[in-house]
Every structure is written in structure tokens, then in C-alpha cells.
């Protein structure tokens, strides 16, 4: 699960670093729609399961506070 959580290091590389704002989903860099395609791609093959499993829940995870932030 610690796998997952440095995909949030692409967070340092926008600015500002923090806007409570913006969704991340499709922002910055491997929360990309391509990188959530191979973060899928990932969930379905046999060694990288769990790794692509924890990122596409915390793909989705991102996207329900994005959902949360529009209402």
C-alpha cells in the first residue's frame, strides 16, 4: 500500500503544491486518464495485482473527493 501513496509525489511538481480547489484526477501527471489505463492495465495482470489494484482505489478514492469538492 505504500506503493500507492508515492503517486501522490506528482502533487510537488504543480503550483501551488496545495489548492483545496483542485481536483487531481486528470491534473497532475500520474493522475492522468492514460495513467489510470495503466494503472488498470496493471490490476489485471498476474505480479503487479495488488500494486495496480491499490492505485486504481486510490484513483478512485481521488475522484469521489473530486466528486465531494463539485457539490
Known sequence: MFATMVVDLDHLLATPVYDPDRCG??????????AIGVYLVLSMTGRTRLIGLGLV???VLDWIDCIWMAL
Not at 484526477?25 to 492514460?34: A, E, K, M
Request: no cysteine; net charge neutral.
Open 25 to 34: 484526477i486528470g491534473f497532475h501527471l500520474l493522475h492522468s486518464y492514460p
Open 57 to 59: 482505489i486510490h484513483m
